[in-house]
């Protein structure tokens, strides 16, 4: 599903200027709004973008309670991000066969506290910069996620 969704995000990005949200273009490729989203499984934290209930996703990081580093998964990543091997960007999933990625890094690496303050997070795909964004309530979310990642507390 993420090899067909990512291209026809990308596609339709393409019209818009760089810096331009892509919530919009990610809606009409899914069929669905986005989002970003947590979830809980067990101690796990998962933080995603993209549509709700569905494996429709852009990007996703998930943490342990009270831990500092963090899995980071999609088919963007945040400006910045670089593997802890520091040999490229980041590494290609297998599971995917390459088309998303996957890596562990600091949490703040990722860029979440932009996000936060913000309501934005500058990310890359196929060598192009966009932001994802997050209204006042999705910023709570983040919120809510940072502090479990650092704390443990949810």
């Not at 273009?25 to 669905?32: H, P, R």
């Not at 973008?49 to 429709?56: C, E, L, T």
């Not at 899995?71 to 945040?78: K, N, R």
């Amino acid at each position: 599903m993420l090899r067909v969704l990512v291209p026809g995000v990308l596609a339709l990005g393409l019209a818009t200027t760089a810096a331009q949200t892509q919530s919009t273009a990610l809606d009409e490729a899914t069929g669905q709004p986005v989002a970003w989203h947590l979830s809980h499984d067990g101690a796990l934290a998962k933080l995603a973008y993209g549509a709700s209930n569905s494996d429709d996703l852009a990007f996703m990081v998930t943490c342990s309670a009270g831990e500092t580093d963090v899995a980071i998964y999609g088919d963007v990543m945040p400006i910045g991000v670089t593997s802890q091997t520091g040999s490229r960007p980041f590494s290609p999933d297998p599971l995917s066969g390459g088309e998303a990625s996957e890596e562990n890094v600091s949490l703040s690496e990722v860029g979440l506290g932009e996000l936060s303050r913000k309501g934005r997070m500058t990310v890359i795909a196929d060598e192009r910069i966009y932001q994802l964004a997050a209204t006042r309530q999705e910023r709570r979310v983040v919120d809510r996620f940072l502090a479990y990642c650092r704390t443990g507390q949810a």
